[in-house]
């Protein structure tokens, strides 16, 4: 079985900063892509960001030069660095990882169960 943690939620006013962390553990052969997602109340879960195992990121266009995804592959664990942040991000921002379990079955996808952040103005 395959766990991933997210860390680092929390209340923080517009203009802060937070990190989130989420920390894969578990049968883990490799994982290939991470991603962060957010849901707000009332609203869909949207995409905000995510790196390939070559450590390529991609972002939403509402955090484009304001968050930064990273990843540290020898402790599975993914990151987002959220800067100036609005009271639009507030959300439960959620983990999602690709990860192979073995070498015979292709990836499967992972969830967390998420971390609150709140942000106010």
């Known amino acids: 079985q395959v766990r991933l943690e997210e860390s680092g939620g929390g209340l923080v006013q517009a203009g802060g900063s937070l990190t989130l962390s989420c920390a894969a553990s578990g049968s883990i052969v490799s994982i290939i892509a991470m991603k962060w997602y957010r849901q707000a109340p009332g609203r869909q879960r949207e995409l905000v960001a995510t790196?390939?195992?070559?450590?390529?990121?991609d972002y939403a266009d509402y955090v484009k030069g304001r968050f930064t995804i990273s990843r540290d592959s020898a402790k599975n664990t993914l990151y987002l660095q959220m800067n100036s942040l609005e009271p639009e991000d507030t959300a439960v921002y959620s983990c999602n990882a690709d990860v192979k379990v073995d070498v015979w079955n292709p990836s499967r996808t992972y969830w967390g169960q998420g971390t609150q952040v709140t942000v106010s103005s």
């Open positions: 790196i390939t195992s070559g450590g390529i990121a």
